[in-house]
């Protein structure tokens, strides 16, 4: 069986020591090996190593004890490929891949050179993937509040800062970072009122200055538009793990990202399209993405690229448009023809909007 080029869609998760990226990781992909999962969703995500899939669900098996897992010590990449049970003959088509790296290295300044230039070696990892995730300790917020968020934008602001300059002394341009970003609120269950909308309304209401600079530093004029409600378990009053099942939002994250993905896609290829000799033309047929894919990796950056592969292969825009259970009908469908990427989309987008209905998912300036 010939062997197809594979949708990759990267996700840097950012977080400083203790806000959970560990937890989050090990419960997503836990998660994602329940018969309940699959049942529901029509697919899950398998670990292409399985050395790495046995290292998390350790993790996962002992969350389901009360113990939560270590915290990391180098820097991982994980890979997982989407799943669809009806369809196991089938080889994947889409694949999300998860960069994860020590919180420590946000806070820790001394670091001989080796160690140094590892770290540099994988922050310009980090910063190569589409889609940015920045997570917002929910244990810190509830006690802090603004302060928190002010102190946490001017924190990553300022290490953001040195990475450029750091690899600028070694003789490396740095990345420019992910270009689509998504601010989560880790450990959610400790705020049940507050939902994706009042988190937004809390970030950009309290936030002030150190929000807008860290933008800047970033170079995404679309930072601070997208944001989610996470949690990895459900904790008690004195932290600790009462109930394994009873997550928020673990499921929305591969589709958020799917989704950020695309629509960063379309905006970068509308941005450059303007400035062609055929810009309108091209401008005019967006709305229907099939008409010129043909072009399209001629717009995009490299790592935008492998989304063509699902434009191809699909009308995005109608999956987009569609109800709810219309999607769900659309992706019962593709499992019959056998269109596993079809399937694995439909059932995405799915989530996706059942994520933004139920507030664990928000987004402004539509």
């Known amino acids: 069986m010939s062997k197809k080029t594979v949708s990759d869609i990267r996700i840097a998760v950012f977080g400083e020591s203790g806000s959970g990226k560990t937890t989050l990781l090990s419960a997503f992909f836990g998660k994602q090996q ?7 969703n029509k697919y899950y995500l398998s670990a292409d190593s399985k050395m790495q899939g046995n290292i998390l669900l350790e993790n996962y098996y002992g969350m389901e004890q009360g113990h939560f897992p270590s915290s990391t010590f180098v820097f991982e990449e994980y890979k997982f490929s989407v799943q669809i049970p009806a369809l196991k003959q089938k080889q994947s088509e889409f694949q999300v891949t998860w960069l994860d790296y020590p919180g420590k290295w946000w806070t820790q300044d001394e670091f001989d050179e080796k160690a140094k230039a590892e770290q540099l070696k994988c922050l310009d990892s980090l910063l190569s993937a589409q889609v940015g995730v920045l997570l917002v300790d929910g244990a810190k917020f509830l006690k802090e509040k603004e302060k928190y968020l002010r ?10 800062l040195r990475i450029e300059r750091e690899m600028l002394q070694h003789g490396k341009q740095a990345a420019r970072g992910p270009e ?4 989560a609120l880790t450990k959610a269950d400790l705020l049940p009122d507050f939902d994706a909308r009042s988190f937004e309304r809390a970030v950009i209401g309290s936030s002030g200055k150190q929000f807008q600079d860290f933008a800047k530093q970033l170079k995404c004029d679309s930072f601070g ?12 009053y004195s ?8 997550t928020i939002g673990i499921d929305c994250i591969a589709p958020a990202a799917l989704m950020m993905t695309l629509e960063e896609a379309q905006r970068i290829v509308a941005q450059k399209a303007k400035q062609e000799p055929f810009g309108e033309q091209v ?8 008409l010129f894919l043909d072009t399209i990796d001629d717009f995009l950056p490299p790592k935008f690229q ?37 399937a694995t989309i439909a059932s995405m987008v799915a989530i996706f909007k059942l994520s933004k209905e139920n507030g664990i998912y928000s987004e402004c300036q539509k």
């Open 151 to 160: 102190k946490l934008f001017e924190h990553f602001k300022n290490e953001f």
């Open 306 to 342: 492998v989304i063509t592969i699902m434009l191809k292969a699909l009308k995005i825009s109608e999956l987009l448009g569609a109800k709810l259970e219309d999607l769900r009908a659309k992706r019962d469908q593709y499992i019959k023809e056998e269109n596993v990427l079809g």
């Open 180 to 183: 689509t970003w998504l601010i």
């Open 34 to 40: 329940t018969d309940d999962f699959a049942e529901e």
């Open 283 to 290: 401008i005019a047929k967006l709305k229907d993405f099939i």
């Open 225 to 236: 538009c997208k944001y989610l409600r996470l949690a990895s378990v459900k904790t008690g």
């Open 239 to 246: 932290g600790e793990i009462i109930d394994i099942k009873s």
